[in-house]
Structures are given as C-alpha cells and as structure tokens.
C-alpha cells in the first residue's frame, strides 16, 4: 500500500457514499422517485447537488492537468464549462422544466408526439452518456492505481462495479445526496490547495503565479527547460492546445452550448417542484462554479511550475494520460502531504462515482421510460420498467468499462469536450429551436438530430484516428463548428420545406409560463 492515509480516506468515503445509497434504496419503488426523486428537492439542495454532478473528473482532474500541460490556453476548458450554464438558465431551463417529465425526449414529443424523435433521443441520451461515462472510469481507474498501485485494468473494472451499485441501490435520491457530499468536498479542497499553495510557494500572492507562468514553456512544446526563450510560447500564450481560430470558435462552441444537450443535466431540472425552483438552483450551482473554476486555473498554472520535472518524465515516457489527468492529487500531496491528498483522492472518486451515477440514472431512464414504456410495453408496470433499467445499467456498465480501456492514453477533460460535442451538436440546437422558434417541424428535429450526431460521430472518429483531413475539411480539436451548424442548418432547412410543427401553440404557452419571473 503506497498511500495508507489516503487509502483509508478514500475507503471511508466510499463506503460513506455507499451507505447514503443503500439508505434512499426505501425511495426507488416507483418510477418518478427512481428516475426524479419524486421532485421533491429543494432548490438549495438541487444547486449543491448540481455543482457535485458537475464536478466531474473533467472538473476536478482534467481542467488543472490540461492547463499544467498546455497552458492558459486549456482554461477555456473551465470557462466553457462554466459559460454552458448560463445557455441554461437563460434559454432552456424554464420550459424544460414546465414541459418535461423524465427526459429531454419528454421536451421534444410534449411538442411533436412522435416516435421517431423517441427512438433518435434515447440512442443519443446513451450515446453522449456512454461517451461521459468514459473519462470517469479513466480517472477513478488512475486514481486507484496511483494509490494502490493496482493494475489499471484491474481498477477500471471495479469502478464500473461500484458505478451500477450507486445506481441500484440509491436511485435520484442516492445519488443526490451523494452529489451534495462530494461537491462541497471537492470545492473546499480546491480551494484549500489554491490556498496553500500561494502561501508555500508564492509569498501569498495570486499574482506571483501569473508572473512565474509568464516566464515557463508548457511541457507540451517544452524540450528540456521550463524557462521561456524569446518569441517561445509560454504558459500564458494562447494557441498552444487550440492553435488557430477555427480550433478555438469549435472547442468553445462545444463547452458553450455542450451543457444544454447534457441529458442527466437537465435531468436535475425536474428534481425540484417548479421552475423557479430550477433557475434558482442554476444561479447557486453558477456562483460556485466561478470561484472553482478561477482557482483550478491558478492551480493548474502552479503545477506546471512546481511539478515540471515529473510531468515532463510522464511526458517523454509517452503517459500523456496521467501526466494530466493526476497533477491535482500529485499537487495536494506535495502541499497538503498525505492528509490532503487523501481529500482530493475521495472527492474526486466520489465525483467521478456520483457523476457516472447521475448519468447511468440518465440512461436508464430514457432505456426504461422512453424505450421500454413507451415503444415496447406501452402496459409495463412500475416494478417491470424499474428492473430493465437496472439490467440496462449493468449492460451500459459493461461497455463503458470496454471504451475506457480502449482510450485510457486519452486526457479525461478532451474526452469529456467531445462528449460536450456531442450534446451540443444533438439536443441542444433542436431544444433551443423547439422552445424558440415556432415554425421547427417534427421532420426539422429529426433532420436536425440526425445531421449533429452524424457528423459529430464521424469528425470524433477522425479525431481518435489522428486523420488531418476528412470530407475536405480540416479536422479540430473538436467537431462542433462542423456539426452544430449542421444540426442547426437541416432543422431549419428541413423545416422550411414541411409543415408538421405540431402542438406548437399549446406547448409555447406550456414552456414560457413565468418565464420572465424574476430568481
């Protein structure tokens, strides 16, 4: 055992956050406490939770590894994250919240009732969920095997086991109460590392970091030496990650309006009893966001200058993986010794484990509730669609366990921007038409959906592949600037050539009630 404070840290928390689910199991009987909780939490109790699911490995590992790596330039990671949020609030919450029941496709067919636009929202609810799932498993798996020294495959599995007992046995209400532990955690520990490291290694001065990072290359293009030439990019140069217009219009266009098409995100909005409960919710989730985000950057400029030597080994060694995904616990153990490394250890798995949960409840929902009861046994009871989506949360285990074994070289905050992608390029473009625009027509969504995730899915693929080129295009850091267009450009074009758009006055004066309410 290398890390036995951390290890027992980590083991109580774990076995915490189990017992918290095993407790809510008395509320998974029936369908809306399973899927929503019955939407009863409050909106306090929402917007802390909210903060935990969103605190993810991509959060709390991936943001302040990239920039120790890159640079500022992976701080758009951080502010895209944040920004998302406000796509939200301003533009989908409300409605989604008075119109929807379950799931996004509860949106969509409240307007429509269709059952094609079903079928295509649950393929790519499991598809981003799956694609989400992913960089959780990487980075419990690292997390593990950093302080264990298990073998990783090893790790990676018994994630996947503890991320469908979550689901099983505690349901929304488990999973939200787990989501509000681990996301004060994970601030507070953030925050006290920021802390102490500007008091350590900085005369406790913010600042000073920003004038080191100004003189330090990033690891990435770095050969031998933190110290910056003349006319070298340093920390604090843009264009290092993302390194031409293009590259940052599409990588910031997938963290803008990613959070909008995040199904077990707006999920969360029918947890709580109204949808002025839902906006306030989003602006306390939003208020703890900021200081996170500001301080994981600083952070990230700090471990790039008081970690160089190791990340440059893990560099040349070819880990690129734990180079970036497991700077925060090397940092937290270098400032906080083992105590707080032991912190950052358990808030980040339970984060990791809390967020997988959220989104296998996400997918299980829309296996159960929109595929299950609504296309194959329109009659299933309660206790029926409750049992297939837990055998569903078991299979989606499965094969999200499969692809993080496969991409476990890749860093945890890339994979989650594709996933961020995906949602923006899918449900975002035909939310944001659905709620705003009323000559959208069911074959506009249908078009609209199919175009995002096909070229979403086609430029990801390139992306793995490392391919410089595809259909003539130059492949990005990210597909979104080709496939949001794309999605927005045939629900429009498609719309404007057919004229089924539904119940659309019914569901504007459903979606828009309160909408100017003040929080």
């Not at 809510?24 to 109790?45: C, D, H, L, N, P």
């Not at 937290?332 to 358990?346: D, I, N, P, T, Y």
């Not at 429009?492 to 309160?514: I, K, P, Q, W, Y």
Request: proline share 4%; net charge neutral.
């Amino acid at each position: 055992m290398q890390n036995p404070i951390a290890v027992v840290i980590v083991a109580v928390s774990l076995l915490l956050t189990l017992s918290v689910a095993w407790y809510s199991r008395r509320w998974t009987r029936t369908t809306t406490e399973f899927y929503v909780a019955g939407g009863k939490i409050s909106w306090v109790a929402n917007g802390l939770a909210l903060i935990g699911d969103y605190l993810s490995a991509a959060s709390f590992l991936g943001v302040a590894g990239a920039v120790a790596i890159f640079g500022i330039d992976r701080f758009w990671d951080g502010l895209g994250f944040f920004a998302g949020y406000m796509t939200v609030l301003f533009v989908v919450a409300t409605a989604l919240r008075n119109t929807g029941k379950f799931t996004v496709a509860d949106v969509l067919t409240a307007r429509f009732n269709s059952q094609g636009i079903r079928i295509i929202s649950a393929v790519t609810t499991l598809i981003i969920c799956t694609f989400y799932l992913v960089p959780q498993i990487i980075g419990a798996g690292g997390l593990f095997h950093l302080l264990l020294g298990w073998d990783y495959l090893f790790t990676m599995l018994v994630v996947g086991i503890f991320m469908g007992l979550y689901v099983v046995l505690g349901g929304m209400r488990g999973t939200t109460y787990n989501q509000i532990i681990q996301g004060v955690v994970l601030w507070l520990v953030m925050v006290a590392i920021f802390i102490l490291i500007t008091v350590q290694y900085f005369d406790g001065n913010p600042l000073q970091i920003l004038y080191t990072a100004q003189e330090t290359i990033p690891p990435q293009i770095s050969q031998s030496t933190p110290l910056a030439l003349p006319g070298t990019p340093t920390a604090l140069t843009p264009g290092v990650f993302a390194q031409d217009l293009p590259n940052q219009i599409s990588f910031v266009l997938a963290l803008f309006l990613g959070v909008a098409g995040l199904p077990h995100i707006l999920t969360r909005l029918y947890t709580v009893p109204s949808a002025e409960d839902a906006r306030k919710s989003l602006v306390l989730t939003l208020s703890g966001l900021a200081v996170f985000y500001v301080a994981t950057c600083l952070v990230g400029l700090a471990a790039m200058i008081l970690l160089y030597p190791t990340l440059m080994q893990y560099l040349a060694a070819g880990e690129t993986g734990v180079a970036t995904n497991m700077v925060v616990p090397m940092l937290s153990q270098m400032v906080g010794g083992e105590f707080l490394m032991g912190l950052a250890a358990a808030g980040a798995m339970a984060a990791m484990l809390s967020t997988a949960s959220g989104l296998m409840i996400s997918a299980t929902t829309c296996l159960a509730h929109d595929v299950y009861a609504s296309l194959l046994r329109p009659r299933a009871s309660q206790s029926e669609q409750l049992r297939f989506a837990k055998v569903g949360s078991a299979v989606l285990s499965a094969l999200a366990i499969i692809l993080a074994i496969g991409l476990r070289d890749q860093g945890i905050s890339f994979l989650v921007a594709i996933a961020f992608g995906l949602g923006a390029s899918t449900f975002a473009p035909v939310l944001i038409l659905a709620i705003w625009w009323k000559n959208l027509t069911k074959q506009g969504v249908i078009a609209g959906m199919c175009t995002g995730l096909f070229l979403s899915l086609l430029f990801t693929v390139a992306i793995f592949l490392k391919k410089p080129f595809l259909l003539g295009l130059p492949v990005l850091v990210n597909p979104a600037i080709y496939s949001v267009v794309g999605a927005f450009g045939a629900a429009v074009g498609v719309s404007c050539l057919t004229s089924d758009r539904g119940v659309v006055e019914e569901f504007m004066a459903a979606a828009h009630v309160n909408v100017s309410s003040k929080v």
